[in-house]
């Protein structure tokens, strides 16, 4: 498990440049938590600033209102990472994040990653550039929110998560309708209709957990 940590730290773009003794040493202060399906990992509003490192499974980001009204802002998988802003900050937590399956991270409490920062001042830096990036797609996804329609959001949010494969663009796991509604901030009903009509018009084509964008979808519907 220690090795499972220290390859996922790596991993971490302010962190891709540490040496493994030290990636090491900030390995051996983490602690492995196991989350069962659909359970709360963070609630929004928490005073909580760990840093959380997914190991396995999945995870959701969200955020809502007083009326429980919710919008995805991130599907989390394997390798990937949360909580980095509570790192520098005393505000409450921004976001909620729950399991969308069975999942493991391996968490870092705030005291003890600020002690081994300190001893790696290169790795704040990074970390400053990242937060920054963090803060930019925020942005981006809040003017998406508010200047797009449901078609061009559901687009967007596809292509940002497909990978190039040849002449196509993949997505190995993709996201329920009910998932993707959350995401884009709309009904699964709309989400389904966008849906068949992509699928319709040999844009997008789906088998099992996979989806593939087969052609361009118009930018307009």
């Not at 891709?16 to 990992?41: G, H, N, Y």
Request: aromatic share 6%; glycine share 4%.
């Amino acid at each position: 498990m220690q090795a499972d940590i220290i390859t996922n730290l790596s991993k971490m773009p302010f962190l891709a440049d540490v040496e493994e003794d030290a990636l090491a040493a900030l390995a051996a202060r983490a602690k492995t938590v196991k989350f069962p399906k659909k359970s709360m990992i963070i609630a929004e509003g928490d005073s909580t600033s760990s840093l959380y490192i997914v190991l396995s499974g999945k995870v959701r980001v969200f955020g809502s209102n007083e009326k429980d009204k919710e919008v995805t802002l991130l599907i989390q998988e394997a390798s990937s990472y949360f909580g980095e802003l509570a790192l520098l900050s005393d505000e409450p937590r921004s976001a909620a994040v729950e399991a969308l399956e069975k999942t493991t991270c391996a968490v870092i409490s705030k005291a003890d990653f600020i002690q081994w920062l300190k001893l790696h001042p290169d790795a704040a830096i990074a970390l400053l550039g990242v937060l920054a990036e963090k803060i930019r797609f925020l942005t981006e996804k809040v003017k998406q929110m508010a200047l797009s329609n449901v078609y061009e959001r559901t687009i967007k949010i596809l292509q940002d998560m497909a990978d190039k494969e040849g002449d196509v663009y993949v997505i190995h796991n993709r996201p329920t309708q009910q998932e993707l509604a959350t995401m884009v901030g709309s009904s699964r009903e709309m989400i389904n209709k966008v849906m068949k009509e992509l699928t319709k018009g040999g844009y997008i084509s789906v088998d099992d957990k996979t989806l593939r964008i087969e052609n361009t979808p118009p930018a307009a519907w």
